[in-house]
């Protein structure tokens, strides 16, 4: 019996998987070679925001396909800033509230719940 730790969704699960078939031996895994810049996330920016901007945070996983407003710009509630495809569906994030937004992801960026997707002050 071997144990492993398994993360789903930002949970983590200890499992239990029972070796069947006797006393193979343990198979080394090819090797590949790629460029570092595929095997190397590339961080994203941490985006600072004042501690009374109203925080837009992702509904639930899914990718950003596009931004529709840029840093610094002046929005009114319900303008769209991003859309979410989530589930094959494409979402429209809008603003809760009027202000400056601040936008903390890209188009392509992937998204779990609860990422800050833009602050408005």
């Known amino acids: 019996m071997r144990?492993?730790?398994?993360?789903?969704?930002?949970?983590?699960?200890?499992v239990e998987v029972e070796?069947?078939?006797?006393s193979a031996a343990p198979v080394a895994a090819p090797t590949?070679?790629?460029?570092?810049s595929i095997l190397t996330p590339t961080a994203k920016p941490v985006?600072?925001?004042?501690?009374?901007?109203?925080?837009m945070e992702a509904p639930m996983p899914g990718n950003i396909i596009s931004v529709a407003v840029q840093d610094g710009q002046?929005?009114?509630?319900g303008d769209v800033i991003c859309v979410l495809e989530a589930m094959k569906m494409?979402?429209?994030i809008l603003a809760p509230v009027a202000g400056?937004?601040?936008?903390?992801?890209?188009?392509?960026?992937?998204?779990n719940t609860g990422d800050m997707l833009a602050a408005i002050q």
Do not use: C, H, L, R
């Open 19 to 22: 070796e069947v078939g006797g």
């Open 90 to 92: 494409e979402n429209e």
């Open 74 to 77: 002046n929005v009114e509630k």
């Open 47 to 55: 985006v600072q925001v004042s501690d009374d901007a109203t925080k």
């Open 32 to 36: 590949m070679t790629a460029p570092s």
């Open 3 to 14: 144990k492993f730790m398994v993360n789903v969704n930002g949970k983590s699960y200890e």
């Open 100 to 111: 400056t937004v601040t936008v903390a992801v890209s188009p392509g960026d992937t998204v």
